[in-house]
């Protein structure tokens, strides 16, 4: 089951995988930026990736490239995008390596939050 989480309670940190997030979706010019906290305090970020081939939301290619990098357990995660929710797909991602308790923020494109819930 997945819970949400107050918005107000952002620290620092948290703040710092939307921003993340929001400069990677605008960068990239993709629908969706996230980034990914470690339980290191290293941080992963990913656009969406659209290929004929392969297409991966941009949640689910931070989650890989955390694992990619090393990562033994997420901290936290944060998608910027137009999406009023984040898929189940996505927080499944987090779940397998981060667990349900795990907070996922959700951001507008102006890196504005707009909820937080769990992995779970």
């Known amino acids: 089951m997945t819970t949400t989480?107050?918005?107000?309670?952002l620290g620092p940190e948290d703040r710092k995988l939307i921003t993340l997030a929001r400069a990677t979706r605008a960068r990239n010019a993709v629908p969706e930026g996230a980034?990914?906290?470690?339980e290191t305090g290293r941080?992963?970020?990913a656009g969406t990736v659209a290929l004929d081939s392969l297409r991966l939301s941009a949640l689910a290619t931070a989650v890989a490239m955390a694992v990619a990098g090393g990562a033994r357990s997420l901290e936290a995660a944060a998608v910027v995008s137009e999406a009023a929710a984040v898929p189940d797909t996505d927080r499944a991602a987090v779940r397998d390596l981060g667990g349900p308790d795990t907070p996922v923020l959700l951001a507008g494109p102006d890196g504005t939050p707009s909820g937080v819930v769990t992995a779970g």
């Open 5 to 9: 989480m107050d918005i107000t309670a």
């Open 35 to 38: 980034a990914v906290r470690d």
């Open 43 to 45: 941080t992963y970020v």
